[in-house]
């Protein structure tokens, strides 16, 4: 009995301990047209999660950029495409930041994303160029 109780707890902290490792969900925004997000706080390494659709695939655009949240300076660009889907963005900057989406004809979905280390190593291109 004492051995199926110390198996049980050894798997239940376990569990406990890789999910604490997991990716954490920091915070998640949509919308339909163009808007600047509220500000998030986030510590580096993050991702950028995003998903754009449309009724008017023919006519959608989308360009999303990253802002500093408390001056609204520009940070970096996150994505831009004019056409459905998907893609990740690594972010290696710590900090407080809002997204300004400039949307036309889209459905967007942003995730904010929290990683460790271990797990921004495979989001890192595998093949880097050296010269």
Same mark, same amino acid.
């Given at each position: +009995?004492?051995?199926?109780?110390?198996?049980?707890?050894?798997?239940?902290?376990?569990?406990?301990?890789?999910?604490?490792?997991?990716?954490?969900?920091?915070?998640?925004?949509?919308?339909?047209?163009? +808007?600047?997000?509220?500000?998030?706080?986030?510590?580096?390494?993050?991702? %950028? =999660?995003?998903?754009?659709?449309? =009724?008017?695939?023919?006519? +959608?655009?989308?360009?999303? *950029?990253?802002? #500093?949240?408390?001056?609204? #300076?520009?940070?970096?660009? %996150?994505?831009?495409?004019?056409?459905?889907?998907?893609?990740?963005?690594?972010?290696?900057?710590?900090?407080?930041?809002?997204?300004? %989406?400039?949307?036309?004809? *889209?459905?967007?979905?942003?995730?904010?994303?929290?990683? *460790?280390?271990?797990?921004?190593?495979? #989001?890192?291109?595998?093949?880097?160029? =050296? #010269?």
């Amino acid at each position: +009995m004492k051995r199926l109780l110390l198996a049980c707890l050894t798997l239940f902290f376990a569990g406990s301990v890789l999910t604490a490792e997991a990716e954490t969900l920091v915070r998640e925004f949509s919308g339909s047209r163009s +808007m600047e997000t509220e500000e998030f706080n986030v510590k580096a390494p993050w991702l %950028v =999660d995003w998903r754009v659709n449309s =009724d008017f695939p023919n006519s +959608m655009g989308i360009a999303v *950029t990253l802002a #500093y949240g408390v001056t609204g #300076y520009h940070a970096g660009n %996150v994505f831009k495409t004019k056409a459905p889907g998907n893609g990740l963005r690594l972010i290696e900057e710590s900090g407080r930041f809002r997204f300004k %989406v400039d949307a036309a004809m *889209t459905n967007w979905t942003i995730k904010v994303i929290q990683l *460790t280390p271990e797990e921004a190593e495979q #989001y890192a291109p595998k093949n880097k160029l =050296d #010269y």
